[in-house]
């Protein structure tokens, strides 16, 4: 810490106050930050700007045609896609630029929101709850300097993305203005999440409730868009109270205008302003919201790194629950009239019926597609939900655990367990509520029997990418935060598109979904799942040989 504080500060004169805003030493910490986490932000803008990329290439290949585009404006008219994606402006003539900010901008939204907070959150409230706070205040740094020098890491990230995305977009043959409207909107959106990351994170103690409380922020102005646009054509004025409703009431590529993301700014100043005031009435490492006393012993319901693992992952399981939940739930009302609206999208652009396996099969096709998209964010649930157990390992909270009479095998075998039960329960939340939304717009055939078989025949695929995720963590913990990840997303673009994309049978093989059998179009055949298990289960066993082997700590 001495490379950051070479000296100590002059003492103040007695009966002196000390500076209402203190951003002593936030450049030292800002250019610790950014080294720190080039990596995450790197990966996270590296993620962000593709998508934009893959959204302007593939609607630009698909929907080459008026009449094509036309076709896709009227599934967008329905409530269901107003609330999943945005006011509709341009329906009436729905262009590639149209597509874009009415469809990609809210979910991007959602991706900044996480980014933001939970970076935020990671250098402000996540290093008060680890002592390393202490030390970097006990040298040249302000009271406010931390808050200030996450607030701006994450900041640049966001410029970065909301360049790089403008840039692709202008390339991809669309306006300049507008798309330079949704780049800016882009990083104010940020903003104003890193500012809630501020002041969510003087709250709690401890930064896992920040970060939920962040999330619960987030999902209070997604609903506030999503009814507010529901109420009224263009949005109502609960659209209003939400941040992403003012992105997306830029109008960019109908009918442009600047003015809604000032209210970004002025949204993101008085979260700042809040944020410095409240840090300024409560101690370091506490927050404002005291914890309740616990305990004197646990209950014998804790006494066991199971329970302790559940305790630690099923809010964030609840969480996920909930959310695909109403998500897959509102897709499954689209199969009430899937099979005209795809008839009527393949009259003018044959290759749709190429992702939903063919003209005769429709409704089954839609089915898979949609299944194969719940199997793989369980997949990323259980990614994140194995690399908790890294999680413990680097925070130091591993070892006084191992110290007590529990085996490094047990211990490991309670994470990934919680973790794989976790990703189980979303699996037949996916094909239960798929089903539900079916039901509610009276869609009876095929019974819930052919959605629960849909999503478990994907289940050996899924013990393949969290034993591999279990295995590196194991063995090569840095390759652990990555390497999953890139598989997953390797699966997502060769097991959704792969029929568009014209992928080599040798290149599909390696996606492990590509064992599973996309029921209701195909049959379910033993050998392919067998095989596909016995991988998993080596995976499985070398993670517990390889865990058994190395030194602690080694992240």
């Not at 469809?103 to 008060?128: H, Y």
């Not at 890193?194 to 002041?199: D, M, R, S, T």
């Amino acid at each position: 810490m001495s490379a950051l504080a070479p000296a100590r500060p002059a003492p103040r004169r007695a009966g002196t106050r000390a500076p209402a805003l203190d951003l002593t030493g936030t450049g030292h910490l800002l250019r610790f930050a950014l080294r720190r986490d080039r990596v995450r932000l790197a990966v996270w803008t590296g993620s962000l700007v593709a998508l934009h990329a893959y959204f302007v290439t593939a609607l630009s290949a698909l929907y080459t045609t008026p009449a094509e585009r036309q076709s896709r404006a009227a599934l967008m008219e329905s409530p269901v896609s107003t609330m999943m994606a945005g006011p509709g402006y341009g329906l009436e003539d729905y262009t590639v630029g149209a597509m874009l900010a009415n469809e990609l901008v809210g979910w991007v939204a959602i991706a900044l929101a996480l980014l933001n907070v939970t970076q935020v959150v990671r250098g402000t409230r996540g290093e008060e709850e680890s002592g390393r706070a202490d030390l970097v205040r006990a040298g040249v740094v302000g009271r406010h300097a931390q808050a200030a020098a996450a607030f701006c890491a994450v900041l640049l990230a966001d410029v970065a993305i909301g360049l790089l995305s403008a840039l692709v977009m202008v390339a991809g043959g669309l306006a300049v203005p507008d798309s330079l409207a949704l780049g800016v909107a882009t990083v104010l959106l940020g903003a104003v999440f890193a500012a809630v990351g501020v002041v969510v994170a003087q709250v709690t103690q401890h930064a896992r409730g920040a970060v939920g409380l962040g999330v619960a922020v987030l999902a209070a102005a997604f609903l506030a868009r999503a009814f507010g646009d529901v109420q009224r054509t263009h949005g109502s004025w609960l659209s209003w109270t939400s941040p992403i409703g003012w992105a997306q009431q830029t109008r960019a590529f109908v009918d442009l205008r600047w003015w809604p993301l000032l209210l970004h700014v002025a949204l993101a100043v008085a979260l700042l302003v809040l944020g410095a005031w409240l840090a300024g009435r409560r101690d370091v490492g506490a927050g404002l919201l005291a914890p309740r006393p616990g305990r004197a012993a646990a209950v014998p319901s804790l006494r066991s790194p199971a329970a302790l693992a559940w305790r630690q992952q099923r809010t964030a399981l609840v969480w996920w629950s909930a959310g695909l939940g109403l998500v897959w739930l509102a897709t499954g009302t689209y199969l009430e009239g899937v099979e005209d609206m795809v008839r009527e999208l393949s009259a003018t652009n044959p290759q749709v019926l190429e992702l939903f396996g063919g003209r005769d099969e429709l409704v089954a096709g839609f089915l898979a597609v949609m299944v194969r998209f719940g199997v793989l964010l369980a997949a990323g649930y259980g990614i994140a939900a194995v690399l908790r157990a890294r999680g413990e390992e680097s925070s130091g909270r591993l070892e006084p655990v191992l110290a007590l009479p529990v085996s490094r095998t047990r211990w490991l075998a309670a994470q990934v367990g919680v973790a794989a039960l976790g990703t189980g329960v979303l699996v037949l939340v996916t094909g239960l509520t798929l089903w539900l939304g079916a039901v509610l717009v009276g869609v009876t055939d095929p019974g819930p029997g052919t959605y629960l078989v849909a999503v478990l025949a994907h289940v050996p695929a899924l013990a393949v990418h969290l034993g591999l995720t279990a295995a590196l963590y194991a063995w090569v913990p840095r390759a652990a935060a990555a390497v999953p990840w890139a598989l997953l997303a390797f699966a997502a673009v060769v097991g959704v598109f792969g029929p568009l994309l014209d992928v080599p049978a040798a290149v599909a093989a390696l996606d492990p979904f590509d064992a599973a059998p996309r029921v209701p179009l195909e049959d379910v055949t033993a050998a392919p799942l067998l095989a596909t298990a016995a991988v998993a289960a080596a995976l499985w066993a070398l993670a517990f040989a390889g865990f058994r082997r190395r030194d602690l700590p080694a992240v």
